[in-house]
Each structure stands twice: as C-alpha cells, then as structure tokens.
C-alpha cells in the first residue's frame, strides 16, 4: 500500500516479500485468526484513508502533518494485520486492501464516516482513539504472538493519537461560540456509530477461536486470541463522557445505529471511498508505483 | 562494567552481595545492539551497522536500535538480517532494506534476505549515546528517557539544539517525520525538530 519503486527485481521490497517472511516464520493464521485480524486490519486501514483525505486540507499546515501522521501509523498497523490475515489465504495485503467489493469490508462504520468539518473528524477520531487504545493494551497480551507483538507497537502510537484528540476536543469545546458548536454536532453526528465498536466479533467460525476472555484489569493473566470488548465498553463509557464534560460539552443522547460493518454491512459511505481508494489498482492490475 | 564480570566478582568474595546490582546500562545497551558473538555473523552485522537512516542521514541503524539481528548459514552462505521499524507505518524502512541488501551484496554475500520485526517494540531508549551527540549536532533536539514504559512526559522543557536555551515551545506534536515534533526556541527564534520519546 506504501508506494514501492521497482528499484531492482534482486531487492525484495513489495508487501508480498514482507508476506513471505512472515510465512518463512511459521506464522501463518489460522482461519478464525485471519478474520479477526481482517476486521481489525479493515478498521485501520478505512480510517487511515479517510485521514489522508484531509491533507493539503486541513485548518493549519501543523493538522495536515498530523492527520497525515496518525494516518500513516494507522495504515502501518493496517498493512501488518492484512499481511498476517492473508497468510491465511495466500493473499496479499495489496489483494485484500484493493480487489475486495464494499460487501467484503469488515470494518466498523464508524472508521468509513465522511470527514465532515475538522471538529466531525477529531469527534471520530476521538471515538477511535479510545476504541484502539483500550483493543491494543489488551491484545497485546494474546496467545497470538503475531498479534501480540502488532499491538505492543500500536499502543504506543495510540497513546499518543489519543493526546491529540483530546486536546482538541477541549480546544473546540472550551473556545469560541462557533467551535463549541460545531464540535457539538460533530459529536453528535459520530456517536451513533459508537455502540458498534463494542458488539462482539461475529462471523468467526463456532469453536475456532479461543474466546476466552482477555483481563484487561489484571495485568497478569492471559486468556485466549481475541480481546473481550465488555471490559473495553466500561472504560470508554468512564472515560468518554468525563473528558466530553470537561469541553464544556454535552454527552450526545441520540441513538446508536444498527451497526454490521464485521458482517459487511455498511453506510452509504463506504463505497465512493473504496472506488477512490481502488481505482488506480484496479485499472492497472499488478502496477509499482 | 559487564553485569556478567560483576557478578562473577560477587561470588568470588564469599556470598558476599555487593555487586548485586546488575548494571542497567550494560543490560539495556545489549538489548539495543544485539551485536552478535559469531566472527561471521559479527562482520556481517558491521557492514549492515554502516546504513543510515534515510531520514536522519547522520544516525546508522545501529546508532537507533532498528538493526535487530544477522544469522549466517555457513553451509549455504545465506544472510538474513532483522531489522524493527521506530513506527509501524514508517516508509523509511523499504530504503533501508534496499541499502542493506546493496552494502552485503557489495562485500560479497549473494543471498541476503532482510526481515522486518515487530517484537521487541522499539524505544527511544535504545538511541546510542553517539547517535544522541549526533542529533543534536545536527540540529535535532534528542530525546529524554522514557518515564517507567508510561505516557511520554511532556512537562520537561527540551533543550534548542542551536543556542542550548531551554525556553523553548511544542509549535506542533506532529514533525517532518513520524519520529519527530516541531519546536521553535524562543531565545534564538530558530524552529527545530524534537526526536519525541517513544
């Protein structure tokens, strides 16, 4: 996904070859594996899409670095989970990101949310950044060691993700008449999206998975592969609403949609980004750039 | 002022527990630079240790820590070195394994694959003293330690790498890189980059 020059056919640089040591590693995915790491691949990789949209367009030169920043960690977190779900399959990353159909997608709907004005996409980015950096503290403890070590380097780049959203929730909440407004409706506008981010992983195959319920309390324990979500919806609703009130705001009341993205099921959204995102892959398959 | 001859000494003196203390820079200077003990391994991993950091030209990888591991098969004569990325999505790292793959195949090693690693995560503080005297020479504010593996602090002032005063200003949290913030000095009124804890 990351542009590759075809510098010299001696030097392995295109994803695929990342692919390959993976595999030369014996760490190839199991089926339920590779969904799960294919959903949380899609979240990332959608969002950090959406993210790069906003450069040249950002209110401030230092916002188009920075959006183009945590996209660009978001999209290295995308590329590891998609290289390692496709280990699974013999696919690539490049295959999974660019010749799959909207239907195939199993993001979250709250990742493919249009940006909006900047205050809808620090309110998303917000959501998301809670979202993640609870997943990721967890998953680092998975018996998956591939997923483990991806989360143990994605947390500390939430961590700071996260700083960013908050300092400018509490900028445009506590600033002027305009920017309290608009951050409102912006919070307003994303938070129906919230209630999916907590509903369990379906589409996994009955008894593949050891859904044994990761601790996020207790540091030493460790329980199975994927990260049990409850925990993760009691931290968020702790930590969400104190740092909303703090920006002089008000917690959204509206209700939370049907949700779906895990079963492909999207907004209306999801698919000009994609035809965007696919285009030139899609017109010249197999093309470097 | 290995950890290992200290405590070799220790038990030398009777059970006696003063040099208890297994030092922490030694320990956390191996865990940097994972040097390996093989001659041929070790040769190898000098010539993959004259990279640079496409971004940072003036740090080697192994100034940074990136430079993981070197494995030789003596049989088939084939290399496989690990490198880590500083940031998951960070492009430099296709421009190193290129320039890895160039400086082996120079000094003669035909089959070299590199390998990218994502466990043990990479900090900050496996930076080289060297390669912190060359930021800053260069004109990057290096970074402080990280506090306990916690959130990074942000309270301590950092230090302008032109004029040495430390009333300087986060002009944003996001730099040139993904490595980096942008600062400006508020004495010498010279904006600078910050190599952020991590």
Known sequence: MIPTTNRSASTALTPEAIAESIAADETVASEPVALYALGLGDDALVLAHRLGEWI?????????????????????????????????????????????????????????????????????????????????????????????????????????????????????????????????????????????????ETGLPEGGVAHVPLDVTDGGTLGGVVVDLEPLRSAFDEIVPRLITDAGLTVPTVPFARGGGREGRHTEALGPMLAEMQVLARAHPGVTW | MTSASTLGETRGHGGVERGHIVHADAVLERQARPRPLNEAERAIWDLAATVVDPEVPVLTIEDLGVLRGVTFATASGSVTVEITPTYSGCPAVDAMRDDIVGVLHGNGYDDVSVKVVLAPAWTTDWLSDEGRTKLEEYGIAAPGPRRGGGTVSLGLGIRCPRCGSMHTRQLSRFGSTSCKALYVCQRCQEPFDHFKEH
């Open chain 1, 56 to 200: 040249t367009h950002a209110p401030e030169l230092e916002e188009d670095v920075a959006l183009g920043n945590i996209g660009l960690d978001l999209l290295g977190h995308a590329r590891s989970l998609l290289t390692y779900a496709g280990s699974a399959w013999g696919t690539s990353e490049d295959d999974l990101a660019y010749f799959r159909g909207e239907s195939e997608f199993r993001n979250r709907q709250l990742f493919e949310q249009p940006n909006g004005d900047f205050a809808h996409t620090i309110a998303r980015q917000l959501f998301a950044s809670v979202y993640f950096d609870g997943l990721y503290r967890a998953l680092r403890r998975s018996t998956d060691p591939t997923l483990a070590a991806i989360a143990a380097k994605a947390t500390k780049e939430v961590d700071y993700h996260l700083d960013h959203s908050v300092q400018w929730l509490l900028r445009l909440g506590l600033g002027t008449e305009e920017s309290h407004r608009r951050m409102q409706r912006g919070l307003d506008a994303m938070w129906p999206f919230v209630g999916e981010l907590f509903r369990a």
